[in-house]
């Protein structure tokens, strides 16, 4: 497979890129500069902004699927990343993304009809990075891609165990946490086993 990989220098995206690259798929990269461990077999680097239609469109060339492990970094990159992007892949005729969100643009259990950042389920008090990636969400509905939008609840750095739960659109019950390289994982397995299409996958320990 050709993965077109987005935020691969992010906590999240570079795991995903070392997972991917294990298992012998080959890489296209879009980082404003380029690091060390990108020159290596099997990873293709472009430099340039995720928020351009024009350099998304070289990145994308020949693809199979898409990754995006991009943050809110406290602008509105997200949003106008999937502006770009969501057009881009219909020209080229790929249909399948998968990204990180966060669990605050779940379903809420004691709301219906509310994300969990807007009813009492989060914790948090600045909500604009949750308003980021519900703004993705409400953008991949409305096309007609195959998308996945990974969604971790408080993402510590931590090792690799296989062992998590999903829960389509909803947080599974008491979850507390789940490390980054476990939310690589599981965005690598719905890419690599075709899963969780055009849903919210909820994720924790």
């Known amino acids: 497979m050709k993965l077109a990989l987005f935020g691969a220098t992010g906590r999240v995206g570079k795991q995903l890129a070392e997972l991917a690259l294990a298992a012998g798929h080959e890489l296209h990269l879009l980082v404003r500069s380029k690091q060390e461990w990108m020159e290596q077999p099997g ?3 472009w430099v340039g902004d995720a928020r351009k239609a024009q350099d998304i469109e070289q990145v994308l060339q020949g693809v199979d699927a898409v990754f995006s492990g991009l943050g809110t970094d406290k602008k509105t990159t997200l ?4 502006a770009a992007v969501v057009p881009v892949m219909k020209n080229q005729q790929v249909s399948r993304i998968v990204t990180i969100g966060t ?8 709301e219906p009809g509310a994300y969990r950042f807007q009813s009492g389920e989060s914790n948090r008090k600045l909500t604009f990075a949750a308003e980021e990636h519900a703004k993705v969400f409400e953008a991949f509905k409305d096309s007609d891609l195959d998308w996945t939008i990974i969604c971790p609840t408080y993402l510590p ?16 019950i008491d979850g507390k946490q789940i490390s980054t390289a476990d939310t690589a994982h ?6 690599a086993e075709d899963k969780f299409k055009r849903t919210r996958v909820g994720l924790a320990y």
């Open 103 to 110: 669990a605050g643009i779940l379903n809420s259990r004691t």
């Open 43 to 45: 990873i293709h680097v």
């Open 79 to 82: 949003s106008e990343f999937v």
């Open 186 to 191: 599981c965005a690598y397995t719905a890419l």
């Open 157 to 172: 750095d931590g090792p690799l165990t296989e062992v998590y739960r999903t829960k389509e659109d909803y947080l599974p």
